[in-house]
């Protein structure tokens, strides 16, 4: 089991920019992907980047060139910089920790991400 916190979320206006981060508290974290998902209201949950223990990267399409995913394994921390940001983008986003072993998720709190001018 992951605990997840994430942090960073705000208001920003269109075109601007915003870094989540989303520390992992727990042992084994080679073993999890990294992730942020997003939920707009009224919509279902989905997918916006994912990180391997390895630095191997996942993107939605509606993000790509926009949005970069990093991770420190050091720190147990994923970071998510938003660039470009579209009023599309208004969502909270969920941190998820994905474990390759058994396949369990583990999610955050979540964190609003407002993009308006």
């Known amino acids: 089991q992951v605990e997840l916190g994430e942090s960073g979320g705000g208001l920003v206006q269109p075109g601007g920019s915003l870094t989540l981060s989303c520390a992992a508290l727990?042992?084994?974290?080679?073993?999890?992907?990294l992730g942020w998902y997003r939920q707009a209201p009224g919509k279902e949950r989905e997918m916006v980047a994912v990180?391997?223990?390895?630095?191997?990267?996942n993107y939605a399409d509606s993000v790509k060139g926009r949005f970069t995913i990093t991770r420190d394994n050091a720190k147990s921390t994923v970071y998510l910089q938003m660039n470009s940001l579209k009023p599309e983008d208004t969502a909270v986003y969920y941190c998820?920790?994905?474990?390759?072993?058994?396949?369990?998720?583990?999610w955050g709190q979540g964190t609003q991400v407002s993009v308006s001018s």
């Open positions: 998820n920790a994905h474990s390759v072993i058994n396949r369990a998720d583990s």
């Open positions: 727990g042992s084994g974290l080679s073993l999890y992907v």
């Open positions: 990180i391997s223990s390895g630095g191997s990267t």
